[in-house]
Each structure stands twice: as structure tokens, then as C-alpha cells.
């Protein structure tokens, strides 16, 4: 496993590199924001620790533009900056998470395993199935460029579908993912609500996305059951 550190602090990369690396972990030190931009999108890290106050760049910089360069690197913020505002800003802009100085390295070692275990998750908030698109952010569905207006149930149950497109999901799979504890069981919910999205999603168009997969369910792709 390798990790960058991008610290400038060399008393605190000092302490973090001995401690991680007496842990097995392979670690490269830079103490600039910009040298860490570098090394981060040439080579593939494992993890990446970013403090914010760096020289040339500062750490939410190299944090937007790791994450619009797609790098999906886990990285966990390390700093001395506990406002609310400064975590929430981070995390939007695409921090795994946020660990403030002063710090106990065992808590930043356990942080670091957490991530590790996580792996490098898709950050992408669009999905698409052929020319279909939905936006998990702006909860905004299009196909073909056009945009589809969907109630909200219509709307988690093709999130549901599109989340797992290609496979085969059971009417029970689906109602246990979009409706919630209290709802109590008409059989056809599931058939009526499919219906509805097709007549909106598929209807228009020539190619049909939703299948139906007979004594089974449903499954969205672009050929029948795949
Ligand atoms: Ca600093």
C-alpha cells in the first residue's frame, strides 16, 4: 500500500511518515501543494493525506482539482482547521475524511485502515444506461440529451434500476429498496410503477431500456436482459 503525504509541517510528516511506514506502508513526503498535485495524478496511490495550509497550493485546491481530473484516491484531510464550514467544504469537494490537528497517530492509523478497507469509490454522480442519464446530485433524469420529469417514487425506482443495471432485480428486491417499512404489499405496485416510468423513459423512443424478465422482474440495459 502506498500513501502520499502532502504536509508541510516537516515535524508533523516527520511523525506520520515513521509512524505509517513502521506499519508497512510505502510513503512519499512532499511539502508543497503543487508538487502534490503532480505526484498524485502520475502515480496510483493507495490513500493520499492532504494538509490544507501548503505553500504554491493549498490542499482544497489539489483536492478539486484531483477529484476533476477524475483521481478517485481516498483522501483523508489532515489539519490544524476545525470550523465546521472548513470540513463541510472539504467533503464537498470530494474529501473521504477529516482529521484535525493536534491528532493521536493511532486514531490517523485507524482512519487510514477504514479508508483502505473503503478502496477508491466511483465519484461520478451521473449514471447512464445508452443515451439515458440521471443525476444522483440534481435528481435531474434525460434521455437523449431531453429532459424526463419524474414523481419521486418513479424516480427511485429507476435510481434503483440504473444503480444496477444489468442485472435481473426481483419485484421483492425492488420494492424493499424504494418503498419503505410501512408499506404493506399490493402485490402490483411494482408492475404499476414500471409501467409508468416506461410510458415516460421508454415510450417515446425507439429503444427500450426497462425489460421485463418473465416470473422474475425487471432489469435495465441496452439488450433484452442485459
Ligand atoms: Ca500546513
Not at 25 to 49: H, N, P
Not at 72 to 86: E, G, Q, S
Not at 117 to 135: I, K
Request: glycine share 8%.
Amino acid at each position: 500500500m502506498r500513501i502520499l503525504l502532502v504536509e508541510d509541517e516537516a515535524k508533523v510528516s516527520g511523525f506520520v511518515a515513521r509512524g505509517l511506514m513502521a506499519e508497512r506502508f510505502a510513503v512519499d513526503v512532499i511539502a508543497d501543494g503543487q508538487a502534490g498535485l503532480e505526484l498524485a495524478t502520475t502515480y496510483s496511490y493507495d490513500l493520499v493525506i492532504l494538509d490544507l495550509m501548503l505553500p504554491k497550493l493549498d490542499g482544497t485546491q489539489v483536492l478539486r482539482r484531483l477529484r476533476s481530473q477524475n483521481v478517485n484516491v481516498p483522501i483523508l484531510i489532515l489539519t490544524a482547521r476545525d470550523a465546521v464550514a472548513d470540513k463541510v467544504g472539504n467533503f464537498e469537494a470530494g474529501a473521504d475524511d477529516y482529521l484535525t490537528k493536534p491528532f493521536a497517530f493511532a486514531e490517523l492509523l485507524a482512519r487510514v485502515k477504514a479508508l483502505l478497507r473503503r478502496g477508491p469509490v466511483s465519484r461520478s454522480s451521473v449514471v447512464r444506461v445508452g443515451d439515458l442519464e440521471l443525476d444522483r446530485l440534481s435528481q435531474q433524469v434525460r434521455r437523449g440529451g431531453k429532459r424526463i420529469d419524474l414523481t419521486s417514487k418513479e424516480y427511485s425506482l429507476l435510481e434503483y434500476l440504473m444503480s444496477n443495471a444489468g442485472r435481473v432485480l426481483s419485484r421483492t428486491m425492488i420494492i424493499e429498496h424504494v418503498w419503505d417499512q410501512s408499506f404493506d404489499g399490493i402485490t402490483n405496485i411494482v408492475d404499476v410503477y414500471v409501467r409508468h416510468l416506461r410510458s415516460k423513459v421508454d415510450d417515446p423512443f425507439e429503444q427500450k431500456l426497462i425489460h421485463t424478465v418473465r416470473g422474475v422482474g425487471y432489469s435495465i440495459g441496452q439488450g433484452a436482459h442485459s
